[in-house]
């Protein structure tokens, strides 16, 4: 029997996981410079406006071989895909913006944040079985499971689990509207043009993130100029590329398993600053990655459950 989940789904999204480890860093780094809002701003801003000019192309080559009938189902499809990416992009901003005030707070760490943000992995199942009656099956719950012991073992370099701060209440958040964006991504992709449905959620999430700049941040040029290179990296490739391949990778796969597949971010951004900045793994981070990477190979073994 042919799964929902298949082989280009599982790359597309493993390669989304590997921007977005990298952009990680890149993120960390903006922080230091950059106000919240204004980070995100005007790197979602960024990713829209990448994608734009090969919308257009795109759009130009195609009309001239369209009839009439072709022209005006064009323009329902068009309609349809900013609804949707409106919806999806409200969701996208709420999540990144509380993701990215979580690094600004006492007592937060990038690996702690990881691991919270990565709880999408049990929300997306639980929020899929609650609202749109998605059933997962047993296994599948077991990799989300090992997945997010891998992740602890990862993401915390001490037992500071009982050390709760705001920053760990701000990444929950984030990862709870990282799940209805994902189940939304996987419910409205199939009907729409996967770059154009990324590219209306990034200007969504890039104009509501800028009008809260102006109205609780004064961002310093000064300050957005040194900020700007990992601007730019998190923009063009977080934003332009690998969001857009998150979008089509769900076409292919079913959404708990994207999840855990995209959960991969938080090993290859611990793999990068081992490469980068020549952080050494520990034993307890080797084996968080061994862990996931179980959790993976496993879960494509899955077949995906009928919806009732």
Known sequence: MKTK?????VVLLLLTAIIW????????????????????????????????????IKDK?????????????????????LKYGMIIGVFLCIATDFQQFAFYQPGAST????????????FVPMIGLILFKKRVSLITWLCVTIGFVGLYFLCFKTPEITAINFGDVLSLICALFFAFQILFIE???????????????FFTAGTI??????????????????????????????????YTMQVIGQKYCEATIASLLMCMESVFAT??????????????????????FTAIVISQFTTAPKKN
């Open 5 to 9: 989940t298949q082989f280009k789904g």
């Open 21 to 56: 480890g990298s952009s990680f860093l890149a993120q960390t780094i903006g922080s230091e410079n950059v106000p919240g809002f204004a980070f995100m701003g005007i790197r979602t801003l960024i990713g829209a406006l990448f994608l734009l000019p090969f919308i257009i």
């Open 61 to 81: 080559a195609a009309s001239k071989k369209m009839t009439d009938e072709e022209k005006q189902q064009k323009k329902i499809a068009d309609k349809k895909v």
């Open 111 to 122: 690996g702690k944040i990881a691991f919270i943000t990565a709880m999408y992995m049990f």
């Open 187 to 201: 419910k409205f992709a199939p009907e729409c043009d996967g770059i154009k449905l990324s590219c209306i959620q």
């Open 209 to 242: 993130s800028t009008i809260l700049m102006f109205i609780f941040e004064r961002p310093d040029f000064a300050d957005i100029k040194a900020g700007l290179l990992p601007i730019l990296y998190s923009g063009i490739m977080s934003c332009g590329f690998a």
């Open 271 to 292: 793999l990068f600053a081992a490469l980068f900045l020549h952080e050494s793994l520990s034993g307890r981070e080797i084996a968080g990655c061994i862990i996931m």
